[in-house]
């Protein structure tokens, strides 16, 4: 019989709608059953594609006399960190805090007032290498709550108390300068694999927000080395196994240092971030090998990830049926030289072993191979390549495919709306630019009420229950206004507008400080504030690019102050952690540069010239640009106001701080003023 997250929208919930154990969702009425029957909260918080998080479901939760116990003596809530990422971050902070690391699934047990007492990750059924198993927690904390309840208060008041002392230090509410920037490009540098590109060590994350910080920091001092890191970890990165050979879009991570074996599941966000640096390395270098992995990158995201409503779904898992009716991680994508010859023969099989690095013994498990392209002096026949590649595709398309989380994030259909655009802009794909018009028609249809305010997920076109937090508001106002940049519609600066109007109003600390979530938001143990960088953009961060762009692109004094406010956080941040304040070093870069604001101005947007200048624009390099295109006597965005055709020709302007040079109607002179 389903419990009661057989009603949920989020396809993890669902996942658990028919274990034995009598989930709650994250709800009040879940916690005064608690109250009333004095028992202690598990809470257990995963995601749809988390490799462990399913193996302790079917290991625990949906093991009978598991669940019996539970049902007995705890109330459980089942959270879905992708839902709710205010829970999550409040109770990892304190995972993190007690033992030093976090993870998922993560376990904490609580009181019936929301208090931590006890926590960990993945228990296992039986105990294994030091780890207690799962039984022996619950017996364990059962027993302390019956006997020695007195001490389990004092454990969780003392937590709750220690996390409301942890204030960020959040510096002096002043941007950062020369100095700070020039720091973390130091620090970057230290932590920098030479041989393999990236940062650090193994597992190895995709830092696509730090090479967007250095693409923009080479754009405004023309620091090559900064260049270099940049073009040589998207280089090592495309031809690693974390990138899909064949299907395009990349992998969550790296278990190793050289790119070669990922983390298998696929993740809106990494793709849409990665998508639009590459399509930025381009726009920087016109390197061939960025234009194919944008693009393929972005073609994934439109085939694999786009749903019927036109948005798009969070993620693919890692596992997958490996044809004996097991869910095995990676089954999807890995092959063994066998597989080959039974798909191409024997002298093609041979010719894509060398080319994709497929070896007998395998560079994963089993005899197994992740498809990647070695670096190798061999020349090999492109329409041969182009064959293999084909054929191999079909042959996947074949085997069971990995699960789909289709519900639909707000927040990262904004990073998709940006990426896609941007891309299509850049290389003429204006099916790309109607996918991320589709997107935001739904956001706005779906996740906005009459007060622009936002709701975190929907699912096949039904509004979830939870509200948007600062990440939503942020990157949904990102990629709207990169839309108004790339269509010319000033409908997608209004509403971003008013996106981040909430943002002053209901996110904004006294001090200039950003919180996750708002002020007449849901109050929990602590009021969740990080602006640290980690899969995603920080809210606070994206907020701060958001506002800049938004000020560059109206003049707003009050929106440009928030920036720079908001932006002292990375000055005391960046120099000590570069790695974890990617975006906001690169917002930093567009705010020492200006940013540069660019109108366009032609008798219609179908014009020839009108449309060169334009994408001039787009192309150009200098950090956060922003760019209007309209008519002379257009009121659709506000940098084109009192704009004149020169000559009667299309004519650009371009300005800095309400200083604006000559205006041109060359597209040379107007990418030398954009650095492109």
């Known amino acids: 019989m389903p419990n009661r997250l057989a009603h949920e929208t989020s396809p993890y919930l669902l996942q658990h709608a028919e274990n034995p154990v009598d989930w709650w969702p994250w709800s009040t009425e879940a916690f005064e059953v608690a109250r009333k029957t004095n028992k202690p909260v598990l809470l257990s918080v995963g995601y749809s594609s988390c490799h462990w998080c399913h193996v302790m479901a079917h290991e625990s939760f949906e093991d009978r006399e598991t669940a019996d116990f539970l049902n ?12 709710r990422p205010d829970v999550d971050a409040v109770y990892m902070e304190a995972v993190q805090a007690a033992t030093g690391q976090g993870g998922w699934p993560m376990t904490v047990f609580l009181t019936p007032d929301a ?48 996390l409301a002392g942890r204030e960020i230090s959040y510096g002096d509410s002043q941007a950062p300068g020369e100095e700070q920037l020039a720091a973390a490009l130091l620090g970057l540098t230290r932590e920098y694999d030479e041989q393999r590109g990236g940062f650090g060590g193994a597992p190895k994350f995709p830092p696509s927000m730090v090479v967007e910080f250095l693409l923009r920091h080479h754009a405004r001092t023309g620091a090559e080395g ?20 064949l299907g395009g879009g990349f992998a969550r991570y790296s278990v190793d240092r050289d790119w070669i074996v990922p983390h298998f599941e696929k993740m809106l966000y990494d793709n849409a971030l990665l998508c639009r640096v590459y399509a930025h390395l ?57 597989q080959l010859r039974e798909v191409l023969g024997e002298q093609d099989a041979e010719v894509a072993a060398r080319y994709f690095g497929v070896t007998e013994e395998g560079t994963f498990e089993h005899g197994q191979s992740v498809l990647q392209l070695p670096q190798q002096d061999t020349v090999f026949d492109a329409e041969t390549i182009e064959s293999i590649r084909r054929r191999l595709l079909d042959a996947r398309a074949e085997r069971p495919a990995p699960g789909r989380d289709d519900k639909v994030v707000a927040a990262w259909n904004g990073l998709a709306i940006a990426a896609l655009a941007e891309t299509g802009a850049y290389f003429d794909r204006p099916d790309l630019v109607e996918a991320a018009v589709s997107a935001a028609d739904l956001l706005v249809r779906v996740h906005l009420d009459e007060q622009a305010r ?52 209901r996110f904004t600390g006294a001090e200039g400080g950003l919180f996750d979530t708002a002020a007449d938001g849901e109050r929990l143990i602590r009021r969740p504030q990080d602006p ?123 300005c800095r701080h309400f200083t604006c040079e000559a205006p041109t109607t060359d597209a040379e002179a107007l990418r030398a003023a954009l650095g492109g």
């Open 226 to 245: 900064a260049l270099q890191m940049a073009r040589d970890t998207c280089e090592w990165m495309a031809r690693g196994g974390i990138h899909d050979q």
């Open 115 to 162: 208090e931590p007492f006890y926590f960990g990750t993945y228990f296992p059924p039986s105990p294994r290498q030091g780890m207690p198993s799962f039984r022996q927690v619950l017996e364990g904390v059962r027993a302390a709550w019956t006997d020695r309840r007195d001490e389990v208060a004092e454990v969780a008041g003392k937590i709750v108390r220690d």
């Open 282 to 338: 381009w726009r920087s270098t016109g390197s061939d090998l960025a234009r194919r992995v944008a693009l393929d990158t972005a073609d994934f995201m439109v085939r694999e990830l786009r749903t019927n409503e036109g948005g798009f779904a969070s993620a693919l898992d890692a596992d997958s049926d490996d044809g004996t009716g097991r869910h095995v991680e990676g089954a999807y994508y890995v092959w063994t030289p066998e």
């Open 72 to 83: 007995a003596h705890f109330v459980s809530v089942k959270v879905d960190r992708e839902e």
């Open 454 to 505: 936002l709701s975190r997920t929907s699912k096949d076109g039904q509004v979830g229950a939870n509200d948007g937090v600062l990440e939503d508001y942020a990157d949904v106002a990102e990629g709207f206004l990169a839309l108004a940049s790339v269509t010319g519609e000033g409908v997608w600066l209004d509403f971003a507008g008013f996106l981040l109007d909430h943002v002053l109003t």
């Open 532 to 654: 640290t960088d980690n899969a995603v953009p920080s809210g606070w961060t994206a907020a701060a690019g958001a506002l800049l762009s938004y000020a560059a692109q109206t003049g707003s004094e009050p929106h440009r102050a928030a920036a720079e406010k908001a932006l002292g956080v990375v000055k005391a941040l960046g120099p000590r952690v570069p790695r974890f304040v990617g975006w906001g070093l690169a917002v930093a870069e567009a705010y020492l540069d200006g940013p540069k604001e660019v109108a366009i101005v032609g008798p219609a947007l179908t014009d020839g010239a009108t449309k060169a200048l334009h994408r001039t624009a787009l192309l150009g390099t200098a950090p956060g640009a922003v760019v209007a295109v309209g008519t002379p006597d257009s009121d659709e965005l506000p940098l084109l106001a009192d704009r004149i055709l020169v000559n009667g020709e299309p004519t650009a302007y371009v």
